[in-house]
């Protein structure tokens, strides 16, 4: 069970807007800790979609976006597009006893 | 352009010892962290491990402290993810992965292609 939660799944019909939820605590996001995002397609590593909260690294579109507030973030696509199903990971520092860098459990995005 | 390429899938038996590697290229392998992230099977990312191989400073997640012992040689590049007695719990998929930026362990920008490791009697 992760410090940081994820829903197990989302889903939504092509062209439509999901979010994505990564509810953290006092001890991570709340503290102030910077949330980042990854992509991972189906059989492949993960992969670098969202840093700092907020920022695209080059060549991902601005169809996704960050933000983080409180002790949560959340992970925005917009024109969702059948090649967007995969699995998406949100990562921040948990400063807790069990000091460590977490991820998220994981959120199965499903296009309709 | 940076690489990080692991080395190839493993069958062991419960108790024996492994260690599995990643070749980092393309920039300067003593100044960046590299980590170590398992993924066991149809389940999430688990962040196992950091090394900074300019002077070998490892972190461990509570997790895995213990568990796995992390390395590196820097004259080779390569960093490594090492276990003395396996159990079939540590069947899983390995990536290894460096963070973007020098110096400083954050976000993972570049990952390697993974190496599975199956425990089975």
């Known amino acids: 069970q992760s410090v940081l939660t994820q829903p197990p799944s989302v889903s939504g019909a092509p062209g439509q807007r999901v979010t994505i939820s990564c509810t953290g605590s006092?001890?991570?996001?709340?503290?102030?800790?910077?949330v980042h995002w990854y992509q991972q397609l189906p059989g492949t590593a993960p992969k670098l979609l969202i840093y700092?909260?907020?920022n695209r690294p080059s060549g991902v579109p601005d169809r996704f976006s960050g933000s983080k507030s409180g002790t949560s973030a959340s992970l925005a696509i917009t024109g969702l597009q059948a090649e967007d199903e995969a699995d998406y990971y949100c990562?921040?520092?948990?400063?807790?006893?069990?000091?460590?860098?977490?991820f998220g459990g994981g959120t199965k995005l499903t296009v309709l | 352009e940076v690489q990080l390429v692991q080395s190839g899938a493993e069958v062991k038996k419960p108790g024996e010892s492994l260690k599995i590697s990643c070749k980092g290229s393309?920039?300067?392998?003593?100044?960046?962290?590299i980590g170590w992230v398992r993924q066991m099977p149809g389940k999430g990312l688990e962040w196992m491990g950091i090394?900074?191989?300019?002077?070998?400073?490892?972190r461990y997640s509570p997790s895995f402290q213990g568990q796995v012992t992390i390395s590196a040689d820097k004259s080779i590049s390569t960093a490594y993810l090492q276990w003395s007695s396996l159990k079939a719990s540590d069947t899983a998929m390995y990536y290894c992965?460096?963070?973007?930026?020098?110096?400083?362990?954050?976000?993972?920008?570049?990952w390697g292609q993974g190496t599975l490791v199956t425990v089975s009697s």
């Open positions: 700092g909260n907020s």
């Open positions: 990562q921040s520092y948990d400063s807790s006893l069990s000091a460590s860098w977490v």
């Open positions: 090394i900074y191989p300019g002077d070998s400073d490892t």
């Open positions: 393309g920039y300067s392998f003593t100044s960046y962290w």
């Open positions: 992965a460096r963070p973007m930026v020098r110096g400083v362990i954050t976000y993972f920008g570049y």
């Open positions: 006092s001890s991570n996001i709340g503290a102030g800790y910077d």
